[in-house]
């Protein structure tokens, strides 16, 4: 079966300091991935997704990017945090053409 | 660009009660997808509906697609303190788009 890791659970960085957040699938081959980022516990906003590596599309522009350095991995950075980066980070695969995601549980960033 | 929107935005009822829930949107989606996340998790998939007029159930929650597929309501029957938490519908655009349009969620609590 197939599992997502995230790692960190939690996080708390000062402004302008850098970000690095990485997700991990196990248990499937060419997944899409997907970055969201969620505001107060509710909906979620698409920030990036990868349909293969080293292929990102950014959904919002921001100081965030993502990298797909392995086809099973993902990961979100930032080179200097900003406090409106606060929030429930969540990534996310599918096999199909998006329909169906599953998500991982989740980083709890806090910028200060 | 789609919208969904979900209605209530907040939910408070007794153990043992019905309820239903509502994503309505202009736009046509090809797939309804519908998530419930408890605080602090990722959001999981409880159901995906396709066919316009579609109806799924799974145990006491009941799933209906509309006709034309710009719309999806949830019914829990019974409801109990587990069914707690926040339900997000997210839209398919179709084709190779690989990505979801999610609404904002209904917060549920269900009280003993």
């Known amino acids: 079966s197939q599992t997502i890791h995230q790692w960190p659970a939690t996080l708390v960085q000062p402004v302008g300091s850098p970000l690095s957040l990485e997700c991990t699938v196990e248990?499937?081959?060419?997944?899409?991935l997907y970055w969201y980022r969620q505001a107060a516990g509710r909906g979620l906003q698409l920030l990036f997704y990868s349909v293969g590596i080293g292929q990102i599309s950014s959904e919002v522009p921001q100081n965030l990017s993502a990298s797909r350095p392995q086809d099973r991995q993902f990961i979100l950075s930032s080179k200097k945090l900003l406090l409106s980066d606060s929030g429930f980070y969540l990534c996310?695969?599918?096999?199909?053409?998006?329909?169906?995601?599953?998500f991982g549980p989740g980083t709890r960033l806090t910028v200060t | 660009t789609q919208l969904l929107e979900q209605s209530p935005q907040f939910l408070s009822i007794q153990e043992g009660e019905n309820l239903t829930v509502y994503c309505n949107s202009s736009s046509v989606f090809s797939s309804l997808q519908w998530y419930r996340q408890e605080p602090g998790e990722g959001p999981v998939l409880l159901v995906t509906v396709v066919t316009g007029g579609e109806v799924k159930k799974l145990k006491r929650l009941t799933f209906q697609f509309g006709d034309a597929r710009k719309d999806s309501s949830l019914h829990i029957t019974a409801a109990q303190p587990g069914d707690t938490g926040l339900y997000l519908c997210?839209?398919?655009?179709?084709?190779?788009?690989?990505?979801?349009?999610f609404g904002k969620g209904t917060l549920l609590t269900v009280n003993p």
């Open positions: 997210a839209g398919a655009g179709g084709g190779s788009n690989y990505k979801l349009t």
């Open positions: 248990g499937t081959s060419n997944p899409n």
């Open positions: 996310a695969w599918s096999l199909d053409s998006g329909r169906k995601q599953y």
